[in-house]
C-alpha cells in the first residue's frame, strides 16, 4: 500500500519538530545545571546561568515560533557558521542555513524538563503588539508578563546527515540593553544531547 507524499512530509516535519523540541529541552537543563558546559569555554562564551551554583531554578519565556529574523544577529553563511563553530558538520551547518525564513513552532515536551526548569510560550503577534512602534516596549513587557523571565528566542535546528549533531541559535534578552546571542552546537551521546560546544556573537 503506497504512502500519499503529502503523509510522508507531513510525518517528516512532525519528526523534525520532536527532535528540535528534544535539542531544546536539552540545552535549558543545561542552563539549569544538569550537566556542564564543556570545560574548555572561555567565561565569555557562557551565559550568566553557568556561573550560578547548580542545580538551579530557571523560567524562560520562549518565542512559540522559531524566530524569522534570527539571521541578522547569527551567521550569514554555513561558512560563516563552521568559523565559530569548528566542529561542527557541514551537513549539520547546512541544513541550518537552508532552513532560513522557517516559521515552525516551538515546542519543547515538558516530560524532558526537570521541576526546576518552567517554560511559558509567547507569539511573535502578541510580542509585535508590545514591542512595534513604542519606546517603552520592555516596560509594557515586564506588566505583560510579571512573572519574569529571560525572553529566547531559538532560529531552527540543523542536525548533520547522521542525527549525531545539532546546531541553533539561541538569543536572549531582558532589556533594551539587556540581551547577547549565542551559537549552540550539541552531540547525540546516550543519554540524549549534550552541549559540545557555546559561543557568543553579540552582546548588549
Known sequence: MSVPLVGICLAGCGARERRQGEVFAAYLCTLAGVQPFPAALPDWDLPNEAFEPAPRSIHRLVESRVAAGWQRW???????????LPDVQPTAAFDLMSRVGSTEPVHIPPALLPPAVSVDYVSPAVLKSIFD???????????????????TAFSPV??????????????????SLCGSGYGVLMHRVKAGWQVA???QLWVS
Not at 547569527?74 to 565559530?84: N, P, V, Y
Not at 512602534?133 to 525572553?151: N, Q
Not at 540543523?158 to 541559535?169: E, I, M, T
Open 197 to 199: 560546544d557555546h559561543r
Open 158 to 175: 540543523g542536525f548533520s546527515a547522521d542525527g549525531s549533531q545539532a546546531v541553533f541559535y539561541a538569543d536572549v534578552s531582558c532589556g
Open 74 to 84: 547569527g551567521w550569514k553563511s554555513a561558512d560563516e557558521l563552521r568559523k565559530t
Open 133 to 151: 512602534g513604542t519606546a517603552d516596549g520592555w516596560s509594557r513587557f515586564h506588566e505583560r508578563f510579571p512573572r519574569g523571565g529571560l525572553l
